[in-house]
């Protein structure tokens, strides 16, 4: 049987947004929403937060556990792809599904959905998108229309907009490719709400408004 992990990075000390990952967000502190979305998909074997401050540990719920990380791994010049590989190097799987702090709204639904197309073997990686269908442009160019015959919004060819809500991939498409996408992905629709990012302070106020949002609809049901 093959051996499922996840792991949530996080610092403590971020440069656009300080103390973002603990900042109360609708009464909770930001990262709880990850790591309890996380306690709920019992098809995950070992679940880990990758932090080099034990002071995490007070936040983390039963069901994860606390893996140190080097302190270098909190520079502002460290890429997503050199903390993977780190975590790759300490903890062995066959399939791993990496989540992160600032999509506080990503679903446990989701997680498991996308984790379900990769463990079937019919695609070797999966990860959140948002369609986008709408007239795009790129490198001065409209990207998916013509001008001269402008089709209704519904009819356009959609864009899928890649978000950070959660990436899984097996061992073999970090370790062969350097990539946490392989050459066989599954895209997984997520909504706006699964979407938001928490990266400034503006991003923080939106979450604000939608998580107040979003208790609301669930107490509503």
Request: hydrophobic letters at 40%; charged letters at 30%; a negative charge.
């Given at each position: 049987?093959?051996?499922?992990?996840?792991?949530?990075?996080?610092?403590?000390?971020?440069?656009?947004?300080?103390?973002?990952?603990?900042?109360?967000?609708?009464?909770?502190?930001?990262?709880?929403?990850?790591?309890?979305?996380?306690?709920?998909?019992?098809?995950?074997?070992?679940?880990?937060?990758?932090?080099?401050?034990?002071?995490?540990?007070?936040?983390?719920?039963?069901?994860?556990?606390?893996?140190?990380?080097?302190?270098?791994?909190?520079?502002?010049?460290?890429?997503?792809?050199?903390?993977?590989?780190?975590?790759?190097?300490?903890?062995d799987a066959d399939i791993y599904v990496?989540?992160?702090?600032?999509?506080?709204?990503?679903?446990?639904?989701?997680?498991?959905?996308?984790?379900?197309?990769?463990?079937?073997?019919?695609?070797?990686?999966?990860?959140?998108?948002?369609?986008?269908?709408?007239?795009?442009?790129?490198?001065?160019?409209?990207?998916?229309?013509?001008?001269?015959?402008?089709?209704?919004?519904?009819?356009?060819?959609?864009?899928?907009?890649?978000?950070?809500?959660?990436?899984?991939?097996?061992?073999?498409?970090f370790t062969k490719l350097g990539q946490?996408?392989?050459?066989?992905?599954?895209?997984?629709?997520?909504?706006?709400?699964?979407?938001?990012?928490?990266?400034?302070?503006?991003?923080?106020?939106?979450?604000?408004?939608?998580?107040?949002?979003?208790?609301?609809?669930?107490?509503?049901?």
């Open positions: 049987m093959e051996k499922v992990v996840s792991f949530i990075p996080i610092k403590l000390n971020n440069q656009r947004l300080p103390g973002k990952n603990l900042l109360l967000l609708n009464g909770r502190p930001t990262c709880q929403y990850i790591f309890d979305t996380i306690a709920k998909v019992d098809t995950i074997d070992e679940k880990y937060v990758y932090c080099s401050d034990e002071a995490i540990v007070d936040y983390i719920p039963d069901g994860l556990n606390f893996l140190k990380r080097d302190t270098y791994l909190d520079g502002y010049e460290v890429k997503g792809l050199e903390i993977i590989e780190h975590f790759v190097r300490d903890i990496l989540t992160h702090v600032t999509q506080p709204f990503t679903k446990a639904e989701s997680i498991k959905q996308a984790l379900n197309k990769v463990v079937s073997g019919e695609y070797d990686s999966a990860f959140s998108a948002v369609l986008l269908q709408d007239y795009m442009w790129m490198d001065g160019k409209p990207l998916n229309y013509n001008m001269k015959d402008i089709v209704r919004t519904q009819d356009l060819e959609p864009v899928y907009m890649e978000t950070g809500a959660f990436f899984i991939f097996r061992k073999e498409v946490r996408i392989g050459n066989k992905p599954y895209i997984y629709e997520i909504d706006q709400f699964e979407a938001v990012d928490i990266d400034t302070a503006e991003d923080f106020k939106f979450a604000e408004a939608v998580a107040a949002y979003l208790d609301k609809e669930s107490v509503g049901k």
